[in-house]
């Protein structure tokens, strides 16, 4: 596929160099990034493609005559209804599978990290499973269908309220599977969406990011999945063998439960241990894991709804469905025992800690997956919450005596939802306000240095160039409140044991504190609605991010960012795009390769994380004519740190290396996101070597000047992190980089004369 050999394209274009430019998250379109409305595609499809400008543009090549051509991605992480949709019910497990990426570096932590992560993961679908069976089988099965005053004006339940109770769960239980199902099958058939795209032979060096390579249609991804599927169906399986074992347990209950038990047990043994979830032979065509899961899984849920629906027994009457509350609240307690354990894993560190000042101080994986948790909590208890308002016709508050009422589990994951809200807004004010000082220090001291001596028709654009300063460090604040977050969602989390005893929110409260039980009442519905209020942001930001620029950069950042990452904890998880982007990317320079002198990959924002992985991958033989421009690049603020395993120091020194350091890294104070990479050369910092790591980050200072321009137009704007290619230093660094490729090619007598063609 890479193959660069001159003789193999006749036409090739002597002393000429491609500029390609890859845009960050939610980018701009192709125009706006060639600067010209005229554009026409040369290569990839709808959904991502290549551009260069068309034969009607003023401006058709770039700096120092480049050869102009972007690459669009954006459409590939989800189109603007599947991202609505998805953006609310799969976060979840989006965020799980960006903290299996994030462990520490250092392969001693990796076992232990990947275990814990993908049980965090298997309890988020097991929480999906018992959300559906809480809506359907709980509410809707057993406590509306009897009670008469829930049944009342509901015609189209009267149907079922007549059924023996075990042949109305066994037919209800339908629909809970069905989820099951319905999530099992959207994600078998996202991944197939790529799977033309193919990646070069890796190199064996390469093993920090070929983990990522065709992840998603690996065996080990197709096990995972299965193993997800069989869990949650026999988690199913077991909500209704524990109220059928209420009822009395017979030989044929007490069976089932202990295989249905067994496959549980299965399932959790093969996610602590990889080995076993990776094929013994990559050679066979059918993988009989996923078969065996499938059929013993299937094979139980059969004889569990024949066993339900078809004994005939007593069943005891009860509030809700029986042992079903105290299901839910197993899973939540065992949430918060494997939140503790990772963050007891990730704090002991063979070695000792590494001391340098980290954004989330290197708790990354154990806040996400905590957020992760709260989050799934959260949403759960509003859906059954919300379901039980509308069946008990409750108009604000929902009381203890109405018809339909969510097991405790539920009530107490609304509850810490609100108090951790509350609490975490408390804290990130308090934060700020302890950091205010500092912050307006520095970014007087950087907005002396940049502007000296301003004239005083400047002192209102001098003021905001130091707020934008001010509003950027917040970035750094980031990490004291996400562990403050953290703390205090696994403390909500915890709130599972109460519930696994049979304690409930509000008479707890009124005996311990002497409030009112009706104050709690009051409490968990305005935590319900925080919570809608939170699911109606998020379909906001997954319907918009196309229609507005305010949008495009914040609503679908987290999105983008995200799906990034393969599915190597939830196989669940809306699909990775890595899987297209970074093989199309080097599918397409190595055929610029080998028609042109050289190419200058610009990456802005997460497109310079794209063009990071895309240069490990590139051969040997492609990389000698390619250099690189990053601009707003989170490689070193965000990545590096979040993802220290993939995207640590090491790797950014590998990546300069392969391209011979033929890399300019741009970068403000005013920009949120963006930074230096190896150098901030600011004033105090010490000197690095060698000297060609040194010259990589340059600072830019942001607006290039406070004054009006020539003729009473207003001052230049302050960028931050928007995309700069119009700037004059972007296109001196485009220029210089092209100048330096042609320097080191015309150096490079080990390869073959460029008019052997």
Known sequence: MCDVTPSSVPGRLSGEIVELRVHGVAGTGAGQMLGCQDVRQVAGDRRAGFYRPGAQSRHTSGP?????????????????????????????????????????????????????????????????????????????????????????????????????????LALLALVPFAAVALAWLLSARQVRSYGAFRLPAANSQDAHFTALDRWDVSPTAKRLRAIHVAAAVVTLDLVLLAARAAAGASVAVIVLSALTGALLATCVVLLCFSRLLEPTSTDSTTDRMPVALHVVAGGLTVATLGAVAMEPVRWPRSNGLPRYDAIVAIVFVAQT?????????????????????????????VIVATVAAGLAGALSGELVYRTASLLSGATFVLRPSDPAVPAPAYRWAILAFFLTTIAGAATWAIIILSARADRRRT???????????????????????????????????????????????????????????????????????????????????????????????????????????????????LWDIGTFWPHAAHPFAPPCYTDRAVPELTDRICRLARRYDGVVLSGHSHGSVILAATVLRLPPEVRRRVALLTYASPLKRLYAQLHPAYFGDPVLHEVGDRIGWRWLNLWSDTDPIGGWIFSGHRPGDSPLRPSRVALVDR????????????????????????????????AAAVRELADRLRADLGEQSSWPDRRAA
């Open 443 to 557: 970014a007087a001291a950087i907005v002396t240095r940049d502007y000296p001596a301003p004239p005083p028709e400047a002192t209102t654009q001098v003021q905001r160039v130091r707020k934008a300063v001010i509003r950027a460090s917040l970035t750094e604040q980031l990490g004291s409140l996400g562990i403050a977050y953290a703390c205090l969602t696994v403390i909500g989390l915890a709130a599972g044991v109460l519930a696994l005893v049979g304690l409930e929110p509000g008479p707890l409260v009124q005996s311990r504190l002497g409030v009112p039980s009706g104050a709690v009442s009051v409490v968990m519905a305005i935590g319900s609605y925080m919570i809608l209020a939170v699911v109606g942001g998020l379909l906001v930001g997954g319907l918009f991010p196309h229609e507005t620029a305010g949008f495009r950069r914040y609503g679908g950042v």
């Open 699 to 730: 600072r830019l200072r942001d607006p290039e000047n406070v004054l009006p321009r020539p003729g009473g137009s207003p001052p230049p704007q302050v960028k931050g992190h928007m995309p700069n290619e119009s700037d004059d230093r972007y």
């Open 337 to 365: 025992a494997l939140l503790v354990a990772l963050a007891v894993l990730v704090l002991w560190r063979p070695g000792g800690r590494d001391r340098r000042p980290a954004l989330l101080h290197g708790l990354g994986a």
């Open 64 to 168: 120092g005559g480049t050869v102009l051509e972007a690459y669009q991605w954006s459409e590939l992480p989800s189109g603007t209804a599947g991202r609505t949709l998805s953006l609310v019910f799969l976060l979840p497990f989006m965020l799980s599978n960006v903290t299996f990426w994030m462990r520490p570096a250092g392969g001693g932590l990796r076992s232990g990290v990947t275990a814990l992560c993908r049980l965090l993961a298997l309890t988020l679908t097991l929480l999906y499973a018992l959300t559906a069976a809480g809506v359907v089988l709980d509410l809707l099965g057993w406590t509306c269908l009897g009670s008469s005053r829930c049944l009342a004006g509901r015609g189209w339940l009267s149907w079922l309220a007549g059924r023996p109770v075990g042949l109305r």
